[in-house]
Structure formats: C-alpha cells, structure tokens
C-alpha cells in the first residue's frame, strides 16, 4: 500500500509538469509542436510506464472531461494548422476560457501535485495561438531543441534483509527473538520490521504484528505447547519489501532447559551441629528450568516425613525439624533434577548432647602431698568428641568439692598441694561441646595424706585432765508469756567431752515435735515454743548428759489470755472526750 501512494504521487508530479511544459509550448511554439505535443510524444519521453492502477487514475481523469473542438481563430496564419486538429479529449466545451488566455497563467513547472490542474483545464491551452500577431517574427520563438524535461527524482529502493537474526528466549507459549538492522536501508529510509511465522511443514506465513515494530526484539506471543514454526523478519520502507531474513530450523515452543544447579549456603558445607531439642530451619536455594523435581534421603534411603518436613518452592527447599533427636544425626542428600540433568549435595547433620560420667576412676598412688589418679573415657560421649575432664576433690572432714583441674584432656593427672594429715575422695565430670556431664564418677577409696617429720614424744609430766561432768552455768527463770506469742527458754552448759541435751516438759522428753524447736550451738541451749497454746504451760527442764555425770535445770512455763477490755466503756469514754 506504501509503495502505490509513493507511485501514485510522482505520477501526479510527471503529469503536473507535463501540463506545465505544454502550456508554455502552445504559447511560443508553432502548431506543429503543439501538435506534437497533442500526439503524446513528449509525453512518452517525460513520462515511464505506470502500473495499471496509475493508467486507470489516469482515465478516469481524461473521462471527467468530455471532449469539444475549440472555436477556430479567425486571424492564424494559412502555415498554421486549423485548430479542428486538436485532440478532443482535452478541451470541453463548457469549460473553455475565452481565446485571449495569457499563457501567463500556467501553473510553474514545480507546482506540487496537490495543486495541479485537472485534465479538464488543458482546453484553454489552444486558445492562445488566436492572439498570436501575424507580423510577429519567427525568430522570438525559442527553438524547440531548448526545451528539456525536468530532472525525476530517484526511484525508492528496498532494504536488505536484516542481519544475525537469533531466538534469544523460547518458553511454553512464547518465543522471543532478536536482530540487527540491515546493512543497506536505501535513500527512502526505514519504516520498522514485519516478524512473520508459519507452522513447520506448511508455507502459510502471517505477520505476528499488527503496526510495524522499530526495534529490533520481539516477543512472539501466544504459542502452543509442542508446535515447530518457522520465522522470518521483513524491513519495510517506502522502496517496499526486504529479502526475509529466516531462522534456518524451526523453533519448538517449549521450556528451554536450564542445567539444575544447587547453591549450598556455606555454613553448610561443613557439619551442622546443633543440640538435642532445638530446631533445624535451614533454606537451600537451587536454580533450573523447568522448575526441577527434588528428592532427599538419609544416609542413602528415604527420610522418614514423620521427624523431617520438607517443602520446595520454585526456587528453593526448606530442610525443617520441629524439635531434633540424635536419631536426627545423619548424611542428607539433595537431588533436583531437570530431564536427563540432576545435581546433587550432600548436608552432615550432627545433634549432640551432655556426655555421660568417665568409666571408672580409682587412685593410682599416694605421696607426700601429692595423688595420682586414672580414669576412662565415658560410655557416652553425646554423639560428639570429648573436649576435656573437670577433676574435683573433697576433705572428709568438710565434704565440700572444689575444682582442681578443668578442661583437662589427658587421662590421668596429679593432685598437688594437698593437707598433710587430711584425706581426700575425688571426682571427675566429662565434657564436650554442649557442656560438662550432669553426673561424675567418684573414689571409691580414700587417699590420706600422711604427716611426715620428727616423732612426737610424750613429755615426762603428767598431762592435765580436762575431762568433766557437765554443769549449768546459767538457771532458767520461771516465764510467763501470753497465747500466741512465741517464747524462747535459754540456758548454758558445759562439760567435756561434749554433754548431750534433752529437753523435758513436765518429766516428759519433748523429742522431735515440731511445735518445739531445739538448739545447742556453743553450750548455749535454747528451746522454742512456737505460737504457745493454754495447754503448753508447765515444768520445762534441760537435762545435760555425758560419760562423766549428768546435770538438770528447770523452769516453770505459764501461758495466760491476752487481756479483754470493755468496749462499750472505752466507747463512753471517748465520747466524753470528744464532747
């Protein structure tokens, strides 16, 4: 359609300049030319063949006007041909200017096509060759080899075909290609491109879109899965078509595969330890297209879903345990797979906890202020190495523990820097990357320090006896206290070897109820009565006893009722004082 408006346009300009170039002829020429001119000779040279929807434009233009003789001029000269020799298909009658036309009014030679006369306009052309002068010299005329037709513009050429025309993306319904402009565009430039595609196997070639595209990408839409078309781009330009510019095979619309590949975080790339109870969130991405299918195992078998959710997404999968076990620890294995293309990786899973005790310790040997002890290595380890040992000891006298070696790795170890004359027991805790066992493992036998230096020797004199029979420095008074309030009775003793203390209410040994409480710190007795009641007054008595004798002392409880006042009395009385 581009190139017959182009067509049509110059054949509008020819025909312009054409009438131009008559009109100044019939003005100045002699009949003989302007018959020429009538012929179509000239016509001929200006003018080249036109495709035959220019020709008919053309008679459609000659048939608006219908054809006439004009008047004959009564002063031509006899050497002029009468005008009846004109063609009648370009003068009408009823549209003839009067024969005194000045050739002065013919539109200029470069008029555009838009403003050139009508076929109907060529009849006043004749008219002028009446007003010609009979004595007017021939030599005025120009010679007729002077007239040249106008220089015509070039003729629109085409472009190339486009170049590197290449699929840069094919997926399940689309294709996408791309290329580059052609190496000659031609002197009428570029209008844009026509991507066009047929099915494999049949020439049935439609343009995918509808307005020319500038770029040079473009999407083909809209495909079914499975089919094979073929595709070509056309540059257009006023010229017309370019040579296509075609795929050599045929495109299959489907997803193009991308080789899966997984991306392992690198904190996993290592193994993963974590403690018993805690949970297990770990996200490994992956890529592949089509979205790739992904399968786990455990140590080369199917994961039990039970204890380990897993859930993929297109683009990565989540590896979940709500609360891990030791049973959890294991080599996982992730495949995604692609078609015939798989890849694959490999997580170490480890869950750990608190070793247990050292097997058994026993002490090797004894000297000076020194023990040497020996112990093995625990029955559980947490399912992870042992780190180190922690070694305590403890003075039988006080049977308090104190650390004396921590994260210890050797197997055996010497205690330093003990108490001469004190004995000792040991124990030993185990200890790994989650902490330190929650038991130890102890002696079974003790390890004395044995005193080493002079010899004691008795001294000659007698040594004094401090040896007695116990005795109460302090008596206990008798007490009164009210019911509810609690009382204490004190008294004071002493006596060597130490004397026992017995309690007594009424000569009846209190023992262990709880509504007393007994103290002895120092020879400074006590007994608490706690919250006394009307029934816990009476005779209380201390009674001291060692191997040397025994010693009483006694005092007389009595428990009243807290004091009841009047109350309307003191409501009276404050009454009064108010007033």
């Given at each position: 359609?581009?190139?017959?408006?182009?067509?049509?346009?110059?054949?509008?300009?020819?025909?312009?300049?054409?009438?131009?170039?008559?009109?100044?002829?019939?003005?100045?020429?002699?009949?003989?030319?302007?018959?020429?001119?009538?012929?179509?000779?000239?016509?001929?040279?200006?003018?080249?063949?036109?495709?035959?929807?220019?020709?008919?434009?053309?008679?459609?233009?000659?048939?608006?006007?219908?054809?006439?003789?004009?008047?004959?001029?009564?002063?031509?000269?006899?050497?002029?041909?009468?005008?009846?020799?004109?063609?009648?298909?370009?003068?009408?009658?009823?549209?003839?200017?009067?024969?005194?036309?000045?050739?002065?009014?013919?539109?200029?030679?470069?008029?555009?096509?838009?403003?050139?006369?009508?076929?109907?306009?060529?009849?006043?052309?004749?008219?002028?060759?009446?007003?010609?002068?009979?004595?007017?010299?021939?030599?005025?005329?120009?010679?007729?080899?002077?007239?040249?037709?106008?220089?015509?513009?070039?003729?629109?050429?085409?472009?190339?075909?486009?170049?590197?025309?290449?699929?840069?993306?094919?997926?399940?319904?689309?294709?996408?290609?791309?290329?580059?402009?052609?190496?000659?565009?031609?002197?009428?430039?570029?209008?844009?491109?026509?991507?066009?595609?047929?099915?494999?196997?049949?020439?049935?070639?439609?343009?995918?879109?509808?307005?020319?595209?500038?770029?040079?990408?473009?999407?083909?839409?809209?495909?079914?899965?499975?089919?094979?078309?073929?595709?070509?781009?056309?540059?257009?330009?006023?010229?017309?078509?370019?040579?296509?510019?075609?795929?050599?095979?045929?495109?299959?619309?489907?997803?193009?595969?991308?080789?899966?590949?997984?991306?392992?975080?690198?904190?996993?790339?290592?193994?993963?330890?974590?403690?018993?109870?805690?949970?297990?969130?770990?996200?490994?991405?992956?890529?592949?297209?089509?979205?790739?299918?992904?399968?786990?195992?455990?140590?080369?078998?199917?994961?039990?879903?039970?204890?380990?959710?897993?859930?993929?997404?297109?683009?990565?999968?989540?590896?979940?345990?709500?609360?891990?076990?030791?049973?959890?620890?294991?080599?996982?294995?992730?495949?995604?797979?692609?078609?015939?293309?798989?890849?694959?990786?490999?997580?170490?899973?480890?869950?750990?906890?608190?070793?247990?005790?050292?097997?058994?310790?026993?002490?090797?040997?004894?000297?000076?202020?020194?023990?040497?002890?020996?112990?093995?290595?625990?029955?559980?380890?947490?399912?992870?190495?042992?780190?180190?040992?922690?070694?305590?000891?403890?003075?039988?006298?006080?049977?308090?523990?104190?650390?004396?070696?921590?994260?210890?790795h050797r197997l055996n170890a010497t205690i330093s820097d003990l108490i001469m004359g004190n004995t000792y027991s040991f124990r030993v805790f185990s200890e790994n990357k989650?902490?330190?066992?929650?038991?130890?493992?102890?002696?079974?036998?003790?390890?004395?320090?044995?005193?080493?230096?002079?010899?004691?020797?008795?001294?000659?004199?007698?040594?004094?006896?401090?040896?007695?029979?116990?005795?109460?420095?302090?008596?206990?008074?008798?007490?009164?206290?009210?019911?509810?309030?609690?009382?204490?009775?004190?008294?004071?003793?002493?006596?060597?070897?130490?004397?026992?203390?017995?309690?007594?209410?009424?000569?009846?040994?209190?023992?262990?109820?709880?509504?007393?409480?007994?103290?002895?710190?120092?020879?400074?007795?006590?007994?608490?009565?706690?919250?006394?009641?009307?029934?816990?007054?009476?005779?209380?008595?201390?009674?001291?006893?060692?191997?040397?004798?025994?010693?009483?002392?006694?005092?007389?409880?009595?428990?009243?009722?807290?004091?009841?006042?009047?109350?309307?009395?003191?409501?009276?009385?404050?009454?009064?004082?108010?007033?």
């Open positions: 359609m581009t190139s017959k408006i182009v067509e049509w346009a110059e054949f509008l300009q020819r025909h312009a300049r054409c009438i131009a170039i008559y009109k100044a002829a019939r003005a100045s020429e002699t009949q003989s030319k302007v018959s020429s001119l009538r012929q179509g000779s000239f016509l001929r040279i200006i003018m080249p063949a036109k495709p035959a929807p220019i020709k008919k434009g053309v008679k459609v233009a000659k048939k608006e006007a219908p054809p006439s003789k004009p008047k004959p001029a009564p002063e031509a000269p006899p050497a002029e041909a009468p005008p009846a020799e004109a063609p009648p298909v370009e003068a009408p009658p009823a549209e003839a200017p009067p024969a005194v036309a000045p050739p002065a009014e013919a539109p200029p030679a470069d008029a555009p096509p838009a403003e050139a006369p009508p076929a109907a306009e060529e009849a006043p052309v004749e008219a002028p060759p009446a007003e010609v002068p009979k004595d007017a010299p021939a030599a005025e005329a120009p010679p007729a080899e002077e007239i040249k037709a106008p220089t015509l513009p070039h003729p629109a050429e085409p472009a190339s075909e486009p170049l590197e025309l290449v699929v840069e993306d094919v997926n399940d319904v689309s294709v996408t290609i791309q290329w580059r402009p052609p190496a000659t565009i031609g002197n009428a430039g570029l209008d844009g491109y026509t991507v066009e595609c047929c099915k494999e196997g049949t020439g049935d070639w439609k343009a995918v879109n509808e307005e020319l595209t500038i770029s040079c990408r473009y999407v083909i839409k809209n495909q079914t899965t499975g089919d094979r078309v073929n595709i070509r781009v056309v540059a257009v330009n006023a010229g017309g078509r370019s040579p296509p510019a075609t795929l050599p095979d045929a495109v299959l619309v489907r997803e193009v595969v991308d080789r899966p590949k997984i991306r392992l975080p690198r904190f996993l790339r290592q193994r993963y330890v974590i403690n018993v109870g805690e949970k297990v969130n770990l996200v490994i991405p992956f890529s592949g297209k089509p979205q790739p299918a992904v399968t786990w195992t455990k140590d080369g078998q199917p994961i039990d879903t039970k204890r380990v959710n897993i859930r993929n997404t297109d683009r990565d999968s989540i590896f979940f345990i709500r609360a891990a076990e030791r049973a959890d620890s294991g080599v996982y294995e992730m495949c995604v797979k692609v078609e015939s293309f798989e890849d694959k990786s490999q997580l170490t899973l480890q869950i750990i906890e608190l070793p247990g005790p050292p097997g058994s310790i026993k002490i090797v040997d004894t000297w000076g202020f020194n023990v040497a002890l020996e112990w093995t290595e625990p029955k559980d380890n947490g399912n992870t190495t042992i780190t180190g040992y922690t070694v305590q000891k403890a003075d039988k006298k006080t049977g308090d523990w104190f650390t004396v070696l921590e994260h210890y989650c902490g330190i066992s929650n038991d130890a493992t102890v002696t079974k036998n003790f390890a004395t320090i044995q005193k080493t230096g002079i010899d004691y020797k008795p001294p000659d004199y007698k040594e004094h006896n401090f040896s007695e029979a116990p005795k109460f420095t302090t008596n206990m008074p008798d007490r009164c206290t009210t019911v509810g309030y609690t009382t204490k009775l004190l008294c004071s003793v002493r006596g060597f070897p130490k004397p026992k203390i017995q309690w007594m209410k009424n000569q009846m040994i209190i023992g262990d109820d709880p509504k007393f409480r007994q103290l002895n710190n120092q020879g400074i007795c006590s007994l608490e009565i706690r919250k006394p009641g009307n029934f816990d007054g009476g005779v209380y008595a201390c009674k001291a006893i060692n191997e040397y004798g025994e010693a009483v002392v006694s005092c007389k409880l009595e428990v009243k009722q807290p004091e009841q006042q009047d109350h309307s009395l003191l409501k009276r009385n404050f009454e009064d004082t108010v007033c």
